[in-house]
């Protein structure tokens, strides 16, 4: 999947990038950790097209490398980029190495994007 062209327009383009979302997590569930990272590797370029490769990468680094530091960004760059569902993130058990971190709590009490702080009762909840 990593040496297919990069296909222009939708909805080829859609789907590609998709796929490389999916091949992420479906590799670190598998526990084919190398391919994972690769993946992540090659995947991250499109991540601004599909934010699930934010979130896919933060679960390979901090959930089998055990890499908080770049979870973090990785979650950063999620939320920040409009995650639409913060509390999947806040929640998710592959961060589970990021739960204590402040950082990453911060990242929940920020306010939302139309100026309102965001409460817990206002949160979607996955």
């Known amino acids: 999947m990593t040496r297919l062209p990069q296909p222009e327009g939708d909805p080829a383009r ?44 933060a679960c390979v680094y901090a959930g089998g490398l055990g890499d908080a530091d770049r979870a973090l960004e990785m979650v950063r760059a999620a939320v920040e980029g409009g995650w639409p569902d913060p509390e999947q993130i806040r929640t998710d058990d592959d961060l589970t190495l990021l739960y204590g971190n402040p950082e990453f709590q911060a990242l929940f009490d920020r306010p939302a994007p139309d100026g309102e702080p965001s409460k817990e009762s206002d949160r979607a909840t996955g």
């Open 14 to 57: 859609h789907a590609y990038v998709w796929a490389h979302a999916n091949a992420i997590i479906n590799a670190y569930h598998l526990g084919a950790l190398p391919l994972a990272v690769r993946l992540v590797d090659r995947s991250l370029p499109l991540a601004q097209e599909n934010r699930a490769i934010y979130l896919n990468a």
